[in-house]
């Protein structure tokens, strides 16, 4: 089945800092999803964005389909937006088409 | 306000016993889904449900039972069955199958 690997793992970063975090995966797919997991658990959706370039706020997102990579950008990081971030990809044919396949996560710590 | 709801919040049970998570979605959405989170991990897909009356098996099905008799609702049951009950359950929802799913806040069962 496909795979989604996200990096890097942990994330350290000073507030007012600025990254980028990467989603790569291993074949085609037509649903693409950044989340942000909360301290609490909750899945809060950031992007849908199967392909091309979306921002919302300080939070942007690249996919680019064909190379098979999606790229999430925080600038002027806050104590806020601490927690996961997770990549979701849903494969465009066989058995799993239309389901939703999760990378491991990015754990963002946000210091003061 | 529009949204997906699950209950309880927390569940405690013993070894040996069956266990149902509510979840309830007001969307009017015709996809749900149920993912089990462990820790430091992504979510997997358990099962989901396409239409009313019709549900399949995800990667991780063993142990776990569903119904779907209301679009509302798709309750999931936590057999005795299963070997490693402990976990974060999330439900989610979305248009169709395929489409941005939206989840709901989670149930943490502890089975002692």
């Known amino acids: 089945g496909i795979q989604v690997e996200q990096s890097p793992p942990d994330l350290i970063l000073q507030e007012g800092a600025n990254s980028t975090l990467r989603c790569n995966f291993s074949?085609?797919?037509?649903?693409l999803q950044w989340f942000h997991q909360n301290p609490w658990g909750q899945l809060i959706n950031l992007f849908y964005?199967?392909?091309g370039t979306k921002q919302n706020g300080r939070l942007s997102a690249t996919t680019v389909a064909t190379e098979r990579y999606s790229l999430l950008y925080i600038s002027s990081s806050q104590t806020t937006d601490s927690g996961v971030y997770f990549c979701?990809?849903?494969?465009?044919?066989?058995?799993?088409?239309?389901?939703?396949?999760f990378g491991k996560g990015t754990k963002l710590s946000v210091k003061p | 306000d529009g949204g997906i709801t699950q209950s309880p919040k927390y569940l405690f049970r013993k070894e040996g016993q069956n266990v149902t998570l509510s979840c309830e979605q007001n969307?009017?959405?015709?996809?749900m889904y149920w993912y089990r989170q462990d820790p430091g991990q992504g979510l997997r897909l358990i099962y989901y449900?396409?239409?009313?009356?019709?549900?399949q098996k995800g990667d991780i099905a063993e142990g776990y039972s569903v119904s779907r008799e209301k679009k509302e609702s798709f309750p999931l049951t936590v057999t005795s069955a299963q070997k490693n009950p402990t976990a974060f359950y999330l439900c989610?929802?979305?248009?169709?199958?395929?489409?941005?799913?939206?989840f709901g806040p989670g149930t943490r069962l502890t089975v002692t």
């Open positions: 989610a929802s979305s248009m169709d199958r395929g489409l941005e799913q939206y």
């Open positions: 074949d085609s797919v037509n649903n």
């Open positions: 964005i199967p392909s």
């Open positions: 979701a990809v849903g494969p465009n044919y066989g058995g799993s088409q239309g389901n939703l396949i």
């Open positions: 969307l009017n959405h015709d996809a």
């Open positions: 449900s396409q239409i009313v009356n019709d549900f």
